[in-house]
């Protein structure tokens, strides 16, 4: 069930959990301000967050903040071939990409890419199921409803949790008869995606429910969620409350967690795991 395999991976995350660092190659991204949005600086960025520890590095170049304006398939191109080319060859950290284009998708696996990141769980570009059949690469299905522009527009749910997890159990279905099979497949509540703060801590509190259908993402990092909650705007004020929210999802069942900030929130994960500890059998093998 925690079994994540792609490509020649096979990633038993039964213990020990993934961390995908974010590397935005966006000049109106919310959460870095776009300050890597040229491609040496955005590659620097990327080895920085290897040497902090990150698995997978996701590289965007659309930004799928609330209200975000869709970005042409030409630029989205223009701005993460180049990365994405310079990290694979000087990494071996998986790469993703984080799109909701197939073309993108296409192209940045060429480049190296092992993952596809799609926010709207392969359904916006009809050519997207396709690619991910014929390809075996690994793929995150995010849930959330309308579109970036439209998302946050009275989001409503009779229950939040019990939607997100017949919606994953449906993709996974459709997804399977589209010719991927389920073992590829990483799945995420999509925190902030057509969700009001209340939605976004009820998900939180009930994740152990979304967690054992396969792997669980978590994205929560920096969000305005974190905000709302402690009162504050300020960037700099949402690195410990995310450092929590990992450990707080590690416990829940989530495995991989999306994070700007590497280092501490790999920190919490493993301090997580030493206390969930390991079940007697798998560390008797170990010894
Ligand atoms: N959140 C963002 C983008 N991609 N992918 C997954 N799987 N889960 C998420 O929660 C998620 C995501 C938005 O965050 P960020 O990348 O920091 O900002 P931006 O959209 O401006 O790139």
């Not at 990092?221 to 960037?235: E, Q």
Request: charged letters at 25%; glycine letters at 8%.
């Amino acid at each position: 069930m925690h079994r994540w395999r792609f490509g020649n991976h096979d990633l038993d995350l039964t213990h020990r959990g993934l961390i995908m660092g974010i590397v935005n190659v966006t000049p109106d991204s919310f959460s870095d301000g776009g300050r890597f949005n040229d491609t040496g600086r955005a590659v620097e960025h990327a080895l920085q967050l290897v040497a902090e520890g990150a698995d997978i590095l996701d590289i965007g170049g659309e930004s799928t903040r609330p209200g975000a304006e869709p970005v042409e398939e030409a630029e989205e191109l223009r701005r993460v071939l180049p990365v994405i080319r310079a990290v694979r060859s000087a990494t071996q950290a998986l790469i993703s990409i984080d799109t909701m284009k197939a073309a993108v998708a296409r192209a940045a696996i060429d480049a190296g890419a092992d993952i596809i990141n799609d926010v709207t769980g392969l359904r916006a570009d009809a050519a997207m199921p396709r690619l991910a059949a014929q390809t075996n690469v690994g793929i995150v299905v995010m849930h959330m409803t309308g579109t970036p522009q439209t998302m946050q527009v009275n989001p409503q749910y009779a229950d939040v949790v019990a939607e997100v997890r017949a919606y994953f159990e449906k993709r996974l279905q459709l997804m399977e008869h589209e010719g991927i099979a389920p073992e590829r497949v990483v799945l995420d509540p999509g925190f902030g995606f057509a969700k009001t703060l209340e939605h976004n801590l009820t998900l939180l509190r009930e994740l152990t429910q979304l967690s054992t259908l396969r792997p669980l993402l978590i994205g929560i990092s920096r969000k305005s969620t974190i905000a709302k909650v402690i009162g504050s705007d300020a960037m700099d004020d949402r690195y410990w409350p995310t450092v929590a929210l990992t450990a707080h999802a590690r416990e829940h069942g989530a495995r991989i967690v999306r994070v700007h900030d590497v280092r501490p929130n790999r920190e919490a994960l493993r301090m997580m795991e030493a206390v969930l500890g390991t079940p007697r059998e798998a560390s008797a093998s170990n010894v």
